[in-house]
């Protein structure tokens, strides 16, 4: 089974405890008049779809809420009209926001939750609602490529990669391990200097890395996820306390920066964590 993901402004991952969204509430005009983080290219109606959003899913716009109007949300945000007003639009195409004429732009009475068509981090992909995984790291390290990264990455057989490996808890059980890459060196320096400068300290935080970079404006484009069945295996069985021969999910994630492939991921997915949802809609 084969999930072309589009990041369709989904990237939205405030920078939070344990990679979850925020859970401090701030007055709505104080959260909106923290800066955006703009990573280099970045058009700002992903910033501002971003901001927006993360005051919806945590709390500072209530659910059936009236938003403020578009030049009030301009004036707070810092930019013009018209990224707001395109920000504006997604949310509603998302499922975020609705539109009653003449009276204003108000949060929806319940929040669509995304699955696998979405990209984001797993620890938000695997989360039930109104529930945060806890992310804990295992390894950060530098080792030589694999099959597996010179063909998602298209890297050459003499470069390096960045491997941070990580389990996800719930309620202090292991559900899930995650495995993330990322090219090393000038393959990593030449797409973006930020990433590179910051992913030793990325790896330190207690959240997955594609959380991490997208706290700081990062936005990954055009991923691909692969879903198969296999047994667990001794290391990964021993991370999730179970037995080598027990039945696990893969889900192997790849995604752009830039329309560079920079980063590539497996998830193994213990029994019993719950279903996986994929939204579909009839495209006629």
Same mark, same amino acid.
């Given at each position: 089974m084969r999930l072309y993901l589009s990041n369709q402004m989904s990237n939205v991952l405030a920078s939070g405890r344990q990679g979850g969204p925020v859970t401090t509430l701030l007055e709505p005009q104080v959260f909106l008049q923290k800066q955006l983080p703009l990573a280099a290219g970045q058009p700002i109606r992903v910033a501002v779809y971003a901001r927006i959003a993360e005051g919806i899913r945590s709390g500072v716009f209530p659910l059936g809420a009236m938003l403020p109007r578009e030049t009030e949300l301009s004036t707070m945000l810092g930019v013009s009209r018209t990224p707001v007003r395109e920000a504006l639009m997604l949310l509603e195409e998302d499922g975020l926001l609705v539109t009653r004429r003449g009276v204003g732009r108000f949060v929806t009475n319940s929040i669509p939750r995304g699955g696998l068509e979405q990209l984001r981090p797993f620890e938000v992909t695997l989360a039930a609602p109104n529930v945060t995984m806890t992310v804990e790291p295992v390894r950060f390290a530098l080792e030589g490529i694999t099959d597996f990264?010179?063909?998602?990455? @298209?890297?050459?057989?003499?470069?390096?990669?960045?491997?941070?490996e990580s389990v996800l808890l719930h309620d202090g059980l292991p559900v899930?391990?995650?495995?993330?890459?990322?090219? @090393?060196?000038?393959?990593?320096?030449?797409?973006?200097?930020?990433?590179?400068?910051?992913?030793?300290?990325? @790896?330190?935080? /207690?959240?997955?890395?594609?959380?991490?970079?997208q706290?700081?404006?990062?936005?990954?484009?055009?991923?691909?996820c692969q879903i198969v069945a296999a047994d667990a295996g001794p290391t990964r069985a021993q991370l999730l306390d179970m037995e080598p021969t027990g039945p696990v999910?893969?889900?192997?994630?790849? @995604?752009?920066?830039?329309?560079? /492939?920079?980063?590539?991921?497996?998830?193994i997915v213990a /029994?019993?964590?719950? /279903?996986?949802?994929?939204?579909?809609?009839?495209?006629?």
């Open positions: 990264l010179s063909s998602r990455l @298209a890297l050459d057989p003499a470069a390096n990669a960045w491997i941070r899930a391990t995650v495995q993330e890459h990322l090219p @090393a060196g000038r393959y990593l320096s030449d797409v973006s200097e930020s990433i590179a400068f910051d992913l030793e300290a990325m @790896a330190t935080e /207690p959240r997955t890395l594609l959380a991490s970079m706290a700081k404006g990062h936005i990954f484009t055009n991923g691909v999910l893969v889900l192997t994630q790849t @995604a752009e920066y830039g329309g560079v /492939p920079l980063y590539a991921a497996k998830c /029994p019993g964590l719950g /279903p996986l949802s994929v939204m579909q809609h009839n495209p006629n």
